[in-house]
C-alpha cells in the first residue's frame, strides 16, 4: 500500500505537531470533510502498521497524536512538497458558494468578494455568475447589479428560503465539500473560527433540539440535528434582517394541530429568552415544516393520530404487497419492514407536501450497487405517489431502497453466532438496516444485536465482538471497524481482513488479490498498484472462509436454449405451471413437490402470479423443492386463463426458483424490465425461436 497525497499531508501534519490535535482542526487544515479524514486516518493507520510503526493514536478530549517511536523512526520523502496539498473547488462548489454568498451576505455580493471566496478570476466568476442568475430565474428569483452596492436579489422571502434550504441538503449531500461547509457555517455565524459565542450559539441550538425530541417522543439522525441546527440560526439571521416568510393561513391551521408545532414553540420561546429574537408565528411555522420532514433514528407510533397513522399504513401495505409480487419474495418480518417504512414515509410525506429538500450522499452508490433493488422499489412508488400527490424523486426512492434491501435476508439465522455486533450509523433506521444486511451477508456467524445513532453509542457502554461504524468514533474496550454505508468490492475485503486481524488466530499473511498481485509483479512492472489491485478485487471472488455472499446471476444466464419452450395451447393454468416448470425439473432446479406447491399458490391466494395482462411468474418460496436457481420460459399460443377475468389471462408463463430472497433479484429486475415493454411482450409472443427469445433477452440485459 502507498499513501497518495492526501493522506501523506494528513500525516505530515499529525507528525510534525508536538500536541495532540483535534478532528475538527484537521478538517480545517485539510478542507476535506470529517468523514474524508476519518477514512483516511484509517488507510493511514493500515499503512503504518504495514511499515510495523505504531498506529495515530487519540487522547480524549485533546485530539490525535503519533506516538514518539513511530515519530522517530518514520520519515517522509522531502521533494514531493506534501505541505503545498491544496484543495481545487469543482464547478459545483463554486456555483454552491456563490448563491449563498448571494442569499446570506448580500451586503457584501460583489464581484471581488466571489473572486475572493473561490479563488477563481473575473472572467470565470461571470460565468458562474450567468449560471446562477438562470438558477434564481428559475426560482422566481431576479439577480441584478447595482452600480456601487454590488449584487441584489429581489423576490419572494418564500423562495430565497427554499433556495437556502436546497443549499444545506446540497452541502451535506457531499460530505467531501468541507470547505464549502466551512465556509457557510462562516456566512451563517459569522466570526464563528474566532469566536467561541458562536460555535455556543449552535450548541445551545442543537440542546433545544435535544429537548424538541422528547416533545416529538423520536430521535433525529445525527446528520439531521446538524441540519437544523444552521436551518434555525439562517432563519434568526433572516429575522435580524426582517426578511420574513409568509405561511398561508389555512396551512399554518394545520401545522399548528401538530406536535412539531409544539416542539418549534418550546425552541423559538428560549431562544426569544436567551438571545431577544422574536419569531413571528409564520417563522415558528417554518421551522414545524422543517421538523416535519426530518429523518428519524427512532419513533413512537404511539403518538401518531389514527387518522394520520392509517393512511400511512395502508400506502406502506399497498407498497409491501407490490415489493413482493414483483420481487417473487415473502417478508418474514412484515411488521418489522412496515413500522420501518412508516417511519421513513411520514417525514418523506412532509418533505413533498413543503418542498423540503433532502440530504442524500447515498443516492448516487445505491443506485450503482443495488439497481435491481433500486427497480423494483421504483416500480411500487406509485402508491405514495398518489398519496403524496408528487412524483417521487430518486432520492427518495434511494432511502426506500435501503429499507426493503434491509429487509431481504431477514430470515431465520441458520448459522450460529460468532460474532456479536452493533452498527453506530448517523444516516437513520434505513441506512442502518442495509449496513446490518451488507455485513451480516458478508461475514458468516456475524450477529448485529442493535443499531444506534452516535449520540447514542457515547452515553452507553456496548456489550459486543465488534463495532461497525460510518463515523469515526474512539474505541472504548471493543475493536471499532469504521465502513461507509454502502459497501464497495475493495471495502467488503478491508472489512475481512480487518475480521480477520482481529478474531482469527491463524490468519492468512495475504489474501488471494495479494497473492496475485505478487505473481504480476515477478513478470511486469506495475504503474498504477492500487487501480490495479481494486480492479482485481471486482474480478474476483472472495474465497475467505468469514464470505458468505452470493452472485446474482443475470437473465441471459437463467434463459437459455434449454429452458425456453413453444406450445400452441395447454389444457389449463396448471398445465401451463407444469409445462413451463419441466426444463427446472430436467437440469434438477427443482424438485417435483416445487410444482404442487405453485399450484397450491394461486389456490390459495388467486392468480397474484399475473404480473400483468398476458404474463404470469409462476413461484413458490424456496423451501418448497428448490435445489438452486433457475428461470424457464413458456410461450402460448393460446392464452391460459389464471381466472374468469380477462386481465388474469396469460401467454407467457415464466417459472421462477428462488434459493433465497436476494440471489435472483438482478435477473428478475432485468426480466420485469425486458416485460415493461410493449414491443419486447409482443415480439415474444410471436417467437418460434430460442435464439430470438434469447435476443431480445440480451438487448435488455445489455441496456
Keep these: 500500500m502507498v499513501l497518495d497525497k492526501r493522506r501523506a499531508h494528513l500525516l505530515s501534519i499529525i507528525q510534525q505537531s508536538t500536541d495532540p490535535i483535534p478532528t475538527k482542526d484537521l478538517v480545517a487544515k485539510m478542507n476535506v470533510s470529517q468523514r474524508t479524514v476519518y477514512y483516511d486516518l484509517d488507510q493511514i493507520n493500515s499503512w503504518l502498521e504495514d511499515q510495523e510503526l505504531e498506529p495515530i493514536d487519540s487522547k480524549h478530549g485533546e485530539g490525535l497524536f503519533l506516538p514518539e517511536p513511530s515519530k522517530s523512526k518514520l520519515t517522509l520523502q522531502k521533494d514531493v512538497g506534501f505541505e503545498d496539498w491544496q484543495y481545487q473547488l469543482s464547478k459545483e462548489e463554486r456555483e454552491v458558494l456563490i448563491k449563498a454568498k448571494i442569499l446570506l451576505e448580500e451586503q457584501d455580493a460583489s464581484m471581488q468578494s466571489f473572486m475572493d471566496l473561490t479563488s477563481m478570476s473575473r472572467g470565470t466568476v461571470a460565468k458562474v455568475l450567468k449560471v446562477v442568475k438562470d438558477e434564481f430565474r428559475q426560482a422566481g428569483l431576479k439577480l441584478y447589479y447595482q452600480k456601487g452596492s454590488g449584487y441584489r436579489l429581489s423576490g419572494r422571502e418564500e423562495a430565497k428560503r427554499k433556495m437556502l434550504s436546497d443549499i444545506l441538503a446540497v452541502i451535506f449531500s457531499h460530505p467531501e465539500w468541507q470547505h464549502v461547509r466551512n465556509e457557510i457555517h462562516q456566512m451563517i455565524e459569522p466570526g464563528t473560527e474566532e469566536s467561541s459565542q458562536e460555535t455556543d450559539q449552535r450548541l445551545t441550538v442543537r440542546n433545544l433540539l435535544y429537548e424538541a425530541e422528547q416533545t416529538l417522543g423520536l430521535t433525529l439522525t445525527d446528520e439531521m440535528v446538524e441540519i437544523l441546527s444552521l436551518q434555525i440560526l439562517m432563519i434568526m439571521k433572516r429575522i435580524q434582517l426582517q426578511k420574513y416568510i409568509v405561511v398561508q393561513e389555512e396551512e399554518k391551521q394545520v401545522l399548528q394541530q401538530t406536535e412539531a408545532y409544539q416542539a418549534s414553540l418550546l425552541i423559538t420561546n428560549k431562544l426569544k429568552d436567551l438571545w431577544e429574537v422574536s419569531f413571528p408565528d409564520d417563522e415558528i411555522c417554518f421551522i414545524t415544516m422543517n421538523l ?290 419441466q426444463p427446472l425439473i430436467d437440469q434438477q432446479s427443482i424438485r417435483p413437490e416445487y410444482i404442487q406447491a405453485m399450484i397450491d399458490n394461486v389456490n390459495e391466494l388467486g392468480p397474484y402470479i399475473v404480473i400483468a395482462p398476458r404474463i404470469a411468474i409462476p413461484h413458490a418460496r424456496p423451501e418448497a423443492g428448490v435445489e438452486k436457481l433457475g428461470m424457464s420460459f413458456l410461450r402460448l399460443k393460446d392464452p391460459v386463463y389464471f381466472s374468469d377475468k380477462e386481465k388474469h389471462r396469460a401467454q407467457l408463463v415464466i417459472v421462477l426458483a428462488a434459493i433465497d430472497n436476494q440471489t435472483h433479484l438482478k435477473a428478475l429486475a432485468q426480466l420485469t424490465e425486458m416485460l415493461s415493454n410493449d414491443e419486447n411482450v409482443e415480439q415474444l409472443i410471436a417467437a418460434n425461436d430460442p435464439k430470438h427469445v434469447i435476443e431480445i433477452v440480451n438487448n435488455t440485459v445489455e441496456v
Design 292 to 581: 416535519l420532514g426530518s429523518k428519524v433514528q427512532h419513533d413512537d407510533f404511539s403518538r401518531y393520530t389514527e387518522r394520520e397513522l392509517s393512511g400511512l399504513r395502508n400506502v406502506v401495505r399497498e407498497m409491501i404487497a407490490d415489493f413482493q409480487l414483483y420481487s417473487c419474495v415473502v417478508f418474514d418480518d412484515k411488521g418489522g419492514l412496515e413500522e420501518n417504512l412508516i417511519s421513513h414515509i411520514k417525514p418523506t410525506y412532509y418533505r413533498l407536501k413543503y418542498g423540503v429538500k433532502i440530504a442524500n450522499d447515498l443516492a448516487a452508490s445505491i443506485q450503482e450497487n443495488y439497481p435491481d433493488i433500486f427497480h423494483l422499489t421504483k416500480r411500487v412508488m406509485k402508491h405514495l405517489e398518489l398519496y403524496v400527490g408528487e412524483t417521487i424523486p430518486d432520492e427518495e426512492t434511494a432511502y426506500i431502497t435501503l429499507h426493503f434491501g434491509g429487509w431481504l435476508t431477514k430470515e431465520k439465522k441458520q448459522v450460529e453466532t460468532k460474532f456479536r455486533a452493533i452498527i453506530v450509523c448517523e444516516n437513520g433506521i434505513g441506512t442502518s438496516n442495509m449496513l446490518r444486511t451488507q455485513l451480516e451477508n458478508l461475514i458468516v456467524g456475524l450477529n448485529v444485536i442493535t443499531t444506534m445513532s452516535t449520540r447514542e453509542y457515547q452515553s452507553i457502554e456496548p456489550d459486543a465482538d465488534v463495532i461497525f461504524s460510518t463515523n469515526y468514533i474512539k474505541a472504548k474496550d471493543i475493536p471499532v471497524i469504521h465502513v461507509p454505508a454502502i459497501l464497495t468490492n475493495l471495502e467488503k475485503e478491508q472489512i475481512m481482513r480487518r475480521m480477520n486481524d482481529l478474531f482469527h488466530s491463524k490468519q492468512q499473511e495475504k489474501d488471494s488479490t495479494d497473492l496475485l498481485m505478487d505473481v504480476i509483479e515477478r513478470y511486469a512492472t506495475i504503474h498504477q498498484k492500487d487501480d490495479l489491485k481494486r480492479e482485481l478485487v471486482h474480478l474476483l471472488e472472495q474465497n475467505t472462509p468469514l464470505t458468505k455472499e452470493l452472485r446474482k446471476p443475470m437473465l441471459n444466464e437463467l434463459l437459455t436454449e434449454q429452458t425456453i419452450q413453444f406450445k400452441d395451447h395447454v389444457s389449463s393454468w396448471e398445465t401451463a405451471i407444469e409445462t413451463a416448470a
